[in-house]
């Protein structure tokens, strides 16, 4: 079964950093790219970055270029999404998904998200 | 950037009856535009790519029309299981960006 498998929900502070994970399995993880969205509470999609893990080639928004890092290790077939300061407005639901030629480079398997909450 | 405007913001259909969804660009896309469906506490589910093209295992009822910059999907007769939000995405151009989202509700 294709699937991505996002690590668990945060709870962090003003500042401190963070780094959530995507793993890729079922599939070939190098071949395909995989991007990442966010969803603040009660609010709709926003399409932050995107990563391919074959040759770390990274493509970034430019609403969240400066803001987050997108990495990849293709030798666990994981991708991360990272803050190295967090703010509250990072607060959101984070989903990666990975984006097919055959679908037109739309995202075609979705991860089950990773809620991220800032507070203090 | 271009900018998605979804219409309307919350449909209200009966089941069994048709909805009608509605996406616009603010400038061409050409075909290339997606459809999601969201249900409560879920990941987005891609339904349509390519303006009009049905994702594996997505049933027959949904429909999706358009090209440039006015675009369509259709629900031909709503299950229970098909009140949800739904998004439509370009990918044309350089950011992909989605739009706003239609919660389509009970009647």
């Known amino acids: 079964e294709v699937q991505l498998v996002q690590s668990g929900a945060e709870v962090k502070k003003p500042g401190e950093s963070l780094k959530i994970s995507c793993k890729g399995s079922?599939?070939?993880?190098?071949?395909?790219?995989i991007g990442w969205v966010r969803q603040m509470p009660g609010k709709g999609l926003e399409w932050m970055g995107i990563?391919?893990?074959?040759?770390?080639?990274?493509r970034y928004s430019p609403s969240f270029q400066g803001q987050v890092t997108i990495s990849a290790d293709k030798s666990i077939s994981t991708a991360y999404l990272q803050w190295s300061s967090l703010k509250a407005s990072d607060t959101a639901m984070y989903y990666c998904?990975?984006?097919?030629?055959?679908?037109?480079?739309?995202?075609?398997?979705w991860g089950q998200g990773t809620m991220v909450t800032v507070s203090s | 950037e271009i900018v998605m405007t979804q219409s309307p913001a919350t449909l209200s259909v009966s089941p069994g009856e048709r909805a009608t969804l509605s996406c616009r660009a603010s400038?061409?896309?050409?075909?290339?535009l997606a459809w999601y469906q969201q249900k409560p506490g879920q990941a987005p589910r891609l339904l349509i790519y390519?303006?009009?093209t049905r994702a594996t295992g997505i049933p027959a009822r949904f429909s999706g029309s358009g090209s440039g910059t006015e675009f369509t999907l259709t629900i031909s007769s709503l299950q229970s299981e098909d009140f949800a939000v739904y998004y439509c995405?370009?990918?044309?151009?350089?950011?992909?960006?989605f739009g706003g989202g239609t919660k389509v509700e009970i009647k």
């Open positions: 390519g303006a009009s």
């Open positions: 990563i391919y893990p074959g040759d770390s080639d990274t």
């Open positions: 400038q061409s896309v050409s075909s290339n």
């Open positions: 998904a990975r984006d097919n030629t055959v679908t037109d480079d739309a995202f075609d398997i």
């Open positions: 995405q370009q990918y044309n151009n350089w950011p992909p960006t």
């Open positions: 079922g599939y070939s993880f190098t071949s395909y790219w």
